[in-house]
């Protein structure tokens, strides 16, 4: 006996088959009715977003439907930041593999995929003083034409990310601030859409996983590493474009920030990158949610940065 098939009803909207609610809190303040909500459930279907939240003073369960063409452009950015990044851990591992195998044969290089392509590279193209078997030089030389295709790739990438900075104002606001670049900028911009969602820069540094974590019983705390939550590749940008900031403060005909000194002082210089990388974010949420642009002496006129213990 075969079941009744269930029809349709021409009047219920179109869904998608495998559409899921997620729920999120949301801590934005002084942005009107519409907005203004504690809880908020995405239904995620085919063409639509569509956004459930209840009024907290009346109790009105309201929705909201958002076109997918509304997020299209920090998607594509994002995707963009995606390739590059599986682009440059490809060009890694690939380069990886060239040094070791040539490491085999007598063959020592530098650990930097440029430093292959400068001397590995025509030590392959040359047989008469290559060591490397002939049967294996022809396939290695190839792996690096390879590591110049990636490279390319990733070039190219790179420049349609950062036509895209130049396009959007936020940006560029974002990018002076010292170890932001064009990746870390558009980035951000485009992973955040409304950084007044965090009430402070500590929650917005604790989103991206640069807050230490706490364990501790009776009143007695105990700070702990990071908590590594949170968007792992903003974090690693952050990070890295700390550590290009002491790296370059670190030079004998550079003044180094005293905060930065400071720290240095007392904590190891891995922490005090992360330290740094912490500041970082909390200068991107005080430009982005009030609107700011970046001064370099604002430390010096307003309450200074809480110091790392």
């Known amino acids: 006996m075969s079941r009744p098939t269930k029809q349709a009803d021409p009047l219920e909207p179109e869904r998608h088959q495998c559409a899921r609610v997620e729920v999120s809190s949301n801590h934005s303040r002084d942005r009107g009715s519409t907005m203004n909500v504690t809880t908020y459930g995405l239904d995620l279907a085919k063409r639509v977003f569509q956004v459930h939240w209840v009024e907290p003073e009346t109790g009105e369960l309201k929705r909201k439907a958002l076109a997918r063409a509304e997020v299209s452009a920090s998607q594509a950015v994002l995707s963009l930041h995606r390739m590059r990044a599986q682009l440059v851990k490809i060009r890694t591992m690939q380069g990886y593999q060239v040094r070791s195998l040539t490491y085999e044969f007598g063959v020592v290089a530098p650990k930097s995929w440029r430093a292959l392509l400068a001397q590995v590279a025509p030590l ?55 170890g932001v670049g064009r990746l870390t900028a558009t980035a951000v911009v485009a992973t955040v859409a409304d950084a007044r969602g965090f009430r402070s820069g500590r929650e917005f540094a604790a989103f991206l996983g640069l807050v230490p974590r706490q ?33 370059s403060q670190s030079r004998a005909n550079r003044v180094m920030d005293p905060w930065l000194r400071g720290v240095l002082s007392r904590r190891p210089k891995n922490v005090a990158i992360v330290a740094l990388a912490n500041k970082m974010a909390r200068t991107i949420w005080a430009l982005m949610a009030h609107g700011r642009t970046f001064d ?10 809480p110091a790392v213990s």
């Open 124 to 178: 392959l193209a040359d047989p008469t003083r290559c060591p490397v078997r002939e049967l294996v030089r022809v396939e290695l030389l190839n792996q690096l034409e390879g590591l110049r295709t990636l490279t390319a790739r990733i070039d190219a990438l790179e420049r349609q990310i950062g036509g895209w900075q130049r396009r959007e104002e936020e940006c560029q606001r974002l990018a002076a601030i010292p």
């Open 215 to 247: 364990s501790g019983t009776g009143g007695r705390v105990k700070l702990l590493g990071i908590s590594k939550r949170g968007d792992p590749y903003l974090r690693t940008l952050l990070i890295h474009g700390a550590r290009s900031v002491l790296r």
């Open 296 to 305: 370099e002496n604002w430390s010096r006129t307003a309450t200074p940065a």
